[in-house]
């Protein structure tokens, strides 16, 4: 079966502006979440989102915000865009969360500049 | 942070050798993950390990769990050109599934 899709794979935006990413999980699963990785942070978790419903959410301000179709795929958006936001985001999906087993995405590669 | 925390940061070996990953958390656990992550792509899982398990194999892979010192380590045998990555250790806190740092692992033929 297909993986998890995302995309754009990368893009280039400048500050102020807003973007949006699109991750389209594997068939069946109805949990989405989304990660930010940067070199200095890490993998930091954004949210978590089932059955439409955001669920868990982590420490990051208002300007980054999702939602989930009920087709289960997922977007995030990110709003008035910074330079440290600059970062590899990636989407995993799974059938259960927490998940046991985790499938990620590639990933869309955010240049902010 | 209630992260993971893997050691070492980097590893460089030769191809063949065995390369050995450890983790540290920080509070119970009902199961530790591992996953690889090539440069700049996704992760992919390699193997979870429950709370009431000690050890667990797949292939090269040996992952050991020791809960009383809240710990984990990831061994690749054997290891080839192909094993250069970035390995983190996952584990749930608060419902949510939070990584470690990672270790990069660089294999040289």
């Known amino acids: 079966k297909a993986g998890v899709t995302q995309t754009p794979r990368y893009l280039i935006k400048t500050r102020g502006q807003q973007v949006t990413l699109s991750c389209s999980p594997i068939?069946?699963?109805?949990?989405v979440s989304w990660y930010q990785q940067t070199p200095g942070q890490g993998l930091q978790f954004l949210f978590e989102?089932?059955?439409?419903?955001?669920?868990n959410k982590g420490n990051f301000p208002g300007r980054f915000s999702g939602r989930q179709f009920s087709n289960s795929r997922s977007e995030m958006n990110v709003s008035t865009l910074e330079l440290g936001d600059s970062a590899l985001y990636l989407c995993?999906?799974?059938?259960?969360?927490?998940?046991?087993?985790?499938?990620f995405g590639q990933g869309t590669r955010l240049t902010v500049v | 942070s209630q992260q993971g925390e893997e050691d070492p940061q980097a590893l460089s070996i030769q191809e063949g050798e065995n390369a050995t990953m450890n983790c540290s958390y920080k509070?119970?656990?009902?199961?530790l993950q591992w996953y690889r992550q090539n440069s700049g792509r996704g992760l992919v899982h390699l193997i979870l390990i429950r709370s009431n398990e000690r050890e667990k194999h797949s292939g090269r892979l040996r992952v050991t769990l020791d809960t009383s010192k809240k710990s984990s380590s990831l061994l690749i045998t054997a290891s080839r050109a192909a094993d250069t990555a970035s390995y983190f250790c996952a584990v749930e806190y608060g419902n949510k599934l939070v990584f470690g740092a990672g270790t990069i692992l660089r294999v040289k033929s």
């Open positions: 509070t119970s656990i009902n199961n």
């Open positions: 068939s069946g699963h109805r949990s």
């Open positions: 989102y089932f059955s439409e419903t955001q669920r």
């Open positions: 995993a999906s799974s059938s259960i969360w927490p998940a046991t087993e985790a499938f």
